[in-house]
């Protein structure tokens, strides 16, 4: 990795140190002993907007809206998001909870569920992530660039959440989404925008951990010894004398015999088609075709006959 890795490794944990206090968008339990849980305090009413406005908050609405069988109750939790009844988001290693409240104030607590990702893809990508350190710093800019995830999934790493990966549930008892875990998954949404390290807590690993543990591998691969230099160098080829190369040129096949000359010099051929042909050449064994001219008053060439003849093009009187 290069110094801009470790340049902006730093600054995060400058960031990180300033964002201690936390607010409703980066969160408290910014602490190390904490990272591996982070509340947002309750967002305010999203009248008249979208709740995702980036590619991957969009990506999570629609993991969301592919997996729902009831699209009222997906209504539902738009209205209860959009005014505001959706509680502090608590954000865990595959898990989100929230307390929702209906239109009466009747509070339910509210959880979603993502699988974490296992430690075997957790180490597949982080060895992708350390060769590239501009996935990194897109991140650490709140940028999730297509190219990351694209990489991610090359490695056997899926990310984004897709159908069928948000799991509900809700003390209403419903047995699919409801309007309360709909109404969650929409307030996370905005979460996410502002920040995809929300999605990479819920796959299992806070933002320090992730930043501490590429910190230590791209250590770890600038100090390890390039393997093409401590390779032994080969021994340098030897020549051959000039004497053996010329020698063994006597072992190499004769060249063929010259062709014969023939008897006299004959004639060049002629491309003028209305030159007689030499004596004793066959013209019909060679060609049942023979071009005529062309003809100045129409541009065409005479068609051809079966016989080998040509005949003009008929006069227009």
Known sequence: MSDAYDE????????????????????????????????????????????????????????????????????????????????????????????????????????????????????????????????????????????????????????????????????????DHCGHTAALCYQVARLLDQDPFVLLLMRGRGERELLDELQVRSVAQQSAPDSSQGEAPEAAQEGV???????????????PEPPVLPAEPGLPPSLDTEVEPAPGVDVPARSSWRPGRRSRRTGCWPKRSPLGTTSSPPSRG
């Open 8 to 175: 902006t490794y730093d600054e995060a944990h400058e960031d990180s140190r300033i964002d201690d206090g936390g607010d409703a968008l980066t969160g408290h339990g910014a602490s190390a002993g904490q990272d591996n849980e982070r509340t947002f305090a309750a967002l305010p009413p999203a009248h008249g907007r979208g709740f995702a406005e980036t590619w991957w908050g969009q990506a999570w609405l629609k993991a969301l809206e592919d997996t729902a069988l009831d699209l009222q109750q997906l209504k539902a939790g738009r209205r209860l998001a959009r005014a505001g009844h959706v509680g502090a988001v608590s954000v865990r290693p595959g898990r989100i909870t929230a307390v929702v409240q209906d239109k009466d104030r009747t509070p339910h607590r509210s959880d979603v569920l993502l699988q974490e990702l296992s430690d075997d893809e957790w180490d597949r990508f982080l060895g992708m992530a350390v060769e590239r350190a501009g996935h990194i710093a897109a991140l650490l800019d709140r940028e999730m660039p297509p190219h990351l995830v694209e990489d991610a999934a090359a490695a056997g790493v899926e990310l984004l959440p897709g159908i069928g990966d948000l799991e509900p549930e809700c003390d209403c008892d419903a047995w």
């Open 241 to 255: 004398d000039a004497a053996e190369a010329y020698a063994d040129g006597a072992v190499l096949p004769p060249l």
